[in-house]
C-alpha cells in the first residue's frame, strides 16, 4: 500500500524538477498536486502509521471518505443550480430598467419638441413685449427727465419770486434745493442735463452772493475791516453799533447757509492738491469775503512790476502775512466766532483768516521757489525765512499742525532735493573756513556742564562765534518742524554725514597735534569730539528722534539704507539709537585722545619723581617723636609742583566732564606707580613710613582735594600701604601672625584659638579693603623692624 504512495511521490519528485513552460497555470496547478498528496501522506500516516495491524481501520476510513465526498458533491450540485436562478433574475431586472429608460427618453424627446415649437411660437410675442417694455422705459426717462427740468424751472422761477421781494431766506433754501437736486444727479449720465443745472445754480447762487457779500462788505466797512496797520488811536464804536451787529449776524448766517452751494460750484473749478499737502475743508463763505480786500492789497504788492515784488526779500510778504494774521486776530474772536458759534458751524474763525492768508503766501512760494534754483544765496535765504515764518506761524498765531503751512512748498522734489544739497554745501564750506581760521581750536563752551537740547540751541544761538557745535545743533531747529516723516529722515540722514565727516576731520587733525598732546589745540579735538558725543547721547533720548526712530524702521531703508535684521530690532525696541554707530566712533576717538594725554603726563610725572622713587633714607630717617615738625621731602617738590601745574593747566583747557575723566585717570595711574615704583621699591623704618604718609595725606591728596572732597578714595593702594607701614609693632605682629595661620592652614593651632580672625576682617579692621593678605605680608617685611628679627 505505501509503494504506490512512494511512487506517486517520486513521480511528483520528477515532475517538480521537469523545466517550466513558462506558464503561471501549469505551475499553479503542480503546486496544488504536490500538497494535496502531501495532505493524503500525511492522513495515512495519522490513521493507520506504520502498524500492519491498523490497516483494518482502512475500510472505515474509506467509508468515511466516501460519505464526505457524497455531502460535497451533494453541496455543490445544490448550488449550482441555484445561481442560474439569480442571474436570470438579475438580468430580467436589467432587461425592465432599461425597457423603461427608453420610454422616460422617449418622453423627454417629446417634451423637448414640444417645448421648443411652443418657444418658437412665443419669441415674436417676447420680442413684441421686450419692444413695447423698452418704450415704456424711454418714456418713463423722458417723463423723468422732464420732471427734473420741471423743478430746475420751478426753483428758477421760485428764487427769482423771492429775490424780487427780497425774500432772502426763502432763496438760499431755493438754492439750497437746487444744490441737493445737483448732488443727486451726480452719477447719472445726463450729462447735458447736469450741465443745465449746474449753470442754473451758479447764475442763481452768483446773483444771491453777490447781493450778500455787497450788503456784507459794506457793514464790515463800517466796522473798520480790514485792519491793515495798528490804528494810531482807539477808534470809537460807530453810533449803529447795535444794528451793524445784528446786521452782520444776520448776513454771517446767511453766507453760511449758502455753503453747499458755493463748495459744489468750487468743485468744478478747484485745482488738484499738491502732492504730499494733507486735504483740507475749503473756506467757509464768509471768510472768503472777508479776504477779498486782503487778497487784492497782496496781489498788488507783490505780483507784477512792482518793487516790493523781489526775489530777494521773501520776508516781505512772509512778514506782511503774519503782521495780517496778528492785527485781525482780535476781531476774528471777538466779532465773528460768537455768531458762528450761535450758528452752529464747527469753524474757527481765527485758523479760517490764517488759512486764507496763508494760502497767498503758499501760492507766492510755489510760483517764486523754483525760480531761486540755481542761486544757492537767495535760495538759502528763501529757506530762512520760510522756517522763520512757520516757527512764527505755528507758536505765535496757534496754527494747528494738522494743517499744511508754509514748509509743505518747500517739500516738493526738485526744491527739496535742492535745499539737501544746498545745505550739504553750506556745512562744508562752514567747516572748511572754521578749519582754516586762526582761532578755531580756541575753547569756548568749557562751563557747559548738563543742558538739555533746546537749551543748547538757545546758547549756540546767541553765540555768533560757536563753533564745532553750531554745525550740527542748528539741524534740529531747521528739520523739526518737518511734517513729513520721510523729509525728516531724509535730513537725519544728511545730519549724520555731517558729523561723521566732521569726526573724520577731527581725527586727521589730531594726527597732527599728537605730537604735543598738551598743548592747546589738542585739548581743543578733544573737547570738540566730547561735546558732539555728548548732544548725541542726549539726542538719543529726545523724544523727538525717539519718534523718528520709528519712522526710521518702519520707512528708513529708502533714506538711510538698509538696515540689518538686528539694527532693526534694536530700533524698534528702543535699545539703540539712531546715533548708535557714531557715537561708539567718537567715544572710541575720545578714549584715545584722553589716554595719549594721560601718558604725557604721567611720562612728566614719572620723570620728575625719578629722585622720590630713588631715594634711599626712607630706612634711616629720624621718627616722628624726634622731630619737631614734618616737612615735605625734598625729593617729591618736582614731582607735586608738575603734577600741580599739569592739573591747573589742564583745568583751564578742557571741559568740566573730561577734565573729571582725565583727573580721576591720572590718579588711578599715579596710584599703582607711586605703590609699585616707590613704596614697593624701597624699606621703611618708623620715620621712613610716617614721612611717606605725611607726603601722601598732606601734600599729594590735597592736590586732588579741589575736585572732590575724599581725594584718597582714588589713591587705595597708597592709602592702604601706609596704613601696613605705619602699624605698631604689636598690631603689625598681630596681623603678622594671623597673615600667617591663613598661609601655612595649620588646623591644630587654628583648633586651639578657635577666635581667631579671618585676614580679610582683620584686614577690614585695620581699613584696608583693596589689597589683598598676599600684598599686605609684603608690605609688612618692607618694615625695617622685621628685618631685625
Not at 505505501?2 to 511521490?9: D, K, Q, Y
Not at 539741524?475 to 544728511?494: E, G, H, N, T, V
Not at 558725543?533 to 520709528?550: C, R
Request: proline content about 5%.
Amino acid at each position: 500500500m505505501a509503494a504506490p504512495a512512494v511512487e506517486r511521490n517520486n513521480n511528483s519528485m520528477n515532475d517538480d524538477h521537469q523545466p517550466i513552460d513558462g506558464s503561471d497555470t501549469k505551475y499553479r496547478r503542480a503546486s496544488v498536486d504536490v500538497s494535496y498528496m502531501d495532505h493524503v501522506a500525511e492522513l495515512v500516516e495519522r490513521e493507520i502509521g506504520g502498524d500492519l495491524k491498523s490497516l483494518r481501520k482502512v475500510g472505515g476510513l474509506l467509508e468515511k471518505l466516501t460519505a464526505e465526498n457524497t455531502l460535497l458533491e451533494g453541496q455543490v450540485l445544490t448550488v449550482s443550480s441555484s445561481v442560474p436562478l439569480r442571474v436570470s433574475a438579475a438580468l430580467s431586472a436589467a432587461e425592465d430598467s432599461r425597457t423603461k429608460l427608453e420610454a422616460l427618453f422617449q418622453k423627454e424627446r417629446l417634451l423637448s419638441n414640444t417645448l421648443q415649437q411652443h418657444l418658437q411660437g412665443a419669441q415674436s410675442w417676447a420680442d413684441s413685449l421686450g419692444q413695447t417694455l423698452g418704450q415704456l422705459d424711454m418714456l418713463e426717462r423722458h417723463m423723468k427727465y422732464l420732471q427734473c427740468l420741471a423743478r430746475i424751472e420751478e426753483l428758477s422761477d421760485s428764487i427769482q419770486q423771492f429775490l424780487m421781494t427780497n425774500s432772502v431766506w426763502e432763496a438760499i433754501e431755493a438754492v439750497g434745493s437746487m444744490a441737493t437736486l445737483d448732488m443727486g444727479l451726480k452719477e447719472s449720465g445726463c450729462t447735458h442735463l447736469q450741465a443745465f443745472l449746474r449753470e442754473t445754480l451758479h447764475f442763481w447762487h452768483k446773483i444771491l452772493k453777490d447781493k450778500l457779500a455787497s450788503d456784507f462788505e459794506e457793514v464790515l466797512t463800517q466796522l473798520h475791516w480790514p485792519i491793515v496797520s495798528p490804528p494810531t488811536q482807539t477808534l470809537s464804536p460807530p453810533a449803529n453799533a447795535q444794528e451793524l451787529s445784528s446786521q452782520l449776524e444776520l448776513l454771517v448766517s446767511q453766507l453760511l447757509s449758502l455753503q453747499t452751494s458755493d463748495d459744489l460750484i468750487s468743485e468744478k473749478n478747484e485745482t488738484p492738491t499738491r502732492p504730499g499737502l494733507p486735504q483740507t475743508p475749503p473756506l467757509s463763505l464768509p471768510i472768503q469775503i472777508m479776504l477779498l480786500p486782503l487778497s487784492k492789497r497782496f496781489r498788488y504788492h507783490f505780483t507784477g512790476n512792482r518793487q516790493t515784488n523781489s526775489l530777494s526779500k521773501p520776508e516781505w510778504y512772509l512778514t506782511q502775512i503774519l503782521v495780517w494774521m496778528g492785527h485781525n486776530s482780535n476781531f476774528m474772536e471777538e466779532k465773528i466766532q460768537p455768531i458762528l458759534d450761535r450758528a452752529g458751524a464747527n469753524v474757527n474763525a481765527k485758523v479760517e483768516l490764517c488759512r486764507g492768508l496763508l494760502a497767498l503766501a503758499q501760492e507766492k512760494l510755489t510760483h517764486d521757489a523754483p525760480r531761486l534754483l540755481y542761486d544757492d544765496t537767495l535760495f538759502c535765504h528763501l529757506v530762512d525765512e520760510v522756517l522763520q515764518f512757520e516757527k512764527e506761524l505755528r507758536s505765535t498765531h496757534a496754527y494747528p499742525s494738522t494743517y499744511p503751512g508754509a514748509l509743505h512748498i518747500l517739500l516738493e522734489e526738485a526744491v527739496f532735493q535742492k535745499w539737501l544739497s544746498v545745505e550739504r554745501k553750506m556745512a562744508v564750506e562752514k567747516v572748511d573756513a572754521m578749519l582754516s581760521t586762526e582761532g578755531a581750536w580756541s575753547s569756548q563752551y568749557k562751563d557747559i556742564t548738563d543742558v538739555d537740547d533746546d537749551q543748547l540751541i538757545l546758547f549756540l544761538e546767541n553765540l555768533p562765534d560757536s563753533k564745532t557745535l553750531k554745525l550740527i545743533v542748528p539741524f534740529i531747529y531747521r528739520y523739526r518742524s518737518l511734517p513729513c516723516p520721510r523729509a525728516q529722515l531724509s535730513f537725519l540722514a544728511l545730519q549724520r554725514e555731517l558729523v561723521d565727516d566732521f569726526r573724520i576731520r577731527l581725527t586727521q587733525v589730531m594726527k597732527e597735534e599728537s605730537r604735543q598732546p598738551l598743548g592747546a589745540r589738542y585739548c581743543a579735538i578733544l573737547n570738540a569730539a566730547n561735546y558732539i558725543s555728548t548732544v548725541l547721547s542726549d539726542w538719543g533720548d529726545n523724544v523727538f528722534f525717539l519718534q523718528l526712530q520709528q519712522a526710521a524702521v518702519s520707512e528708513g531703508e529708502e533714506v538711510l539704507g538698509p538696515l540689518g535684521a538686528t539694527e532693526s530690532g534694536r530700533l524698534a525696541s528702543l535699545e539703540g539709537s539712531l546715533f548708535e554707530g557714531l557715537l561708539a566712533l567718537l567715544e572710541r576717538l575720545r578714549g584715545d585722545m584722553l589716554g595719549r594725554l594721560l601718558d604725557a603726563v604721567m611720562r612728566d610725572v614719572k620723570e620728575k619723581a625719578q629722585p622720590y622713587c630713588l631715594c634711599c633714607r626712607w630706612i634711616s630717617l629720624p621718627s616722628q617723636c624726634d622731630q619737631a615738625t614734618m616737612s615735605l621731602s625734598s625729593s617729591a617738590c618736582p614731582m607735586l609742583l608738575c603734577l600741580r601745574d599739569h592739573l591747573l593747566q589742564l583745568q583751564q583747557l578742557l571741559c568740566l566732564p573730561l577734565f573729571q575723566m582725565f583727573w580721576q585717570g591720572l590718579a588711578e595711574r599715579l596710584d599703582l606707580f607711586l605703590y609699585q615704583d616707590v613704596i614697593l621699591y624701597n624699606h621703611f623704618n618708623e620715620g621712613g613710613a610716617a614721612q611717606l604718609q605725611f607726603d601722601m595725606t598732606r601734600n599729594l591728596f590735597p592736590l586732588f582735594g579741589h575736585y572732590c572732597k575724599r581725594p584718597e578714595n582714588f589713591f587705595k593702594h597708597v592709602k592702604e600701604a601706609c596704613i601696613i607701614l605705619n602699624l605698631k609693632v604689636g598690631p603689625a605682629l598681630l596681623l603678622c601672625d594671623v597673615l600667617k595661620l591663613a598661609e601655612e592652614g595649620l588646623e591644630d593651632e587654628a583648633s586651639l584659638r578657635p577666635q581667631q580672625p579671618t585676614p580679610e576682617s582683620a584686614l577690614n579692621e585695620l581699613g584696608v579693603y583693596k589689597l589683598a593678605p598676599s600684598d599686605v605680608q609684603i608690605l609688612l617685611n618692607l618694615r625695617s623692624a622685621w628685618l631685625n628679627h
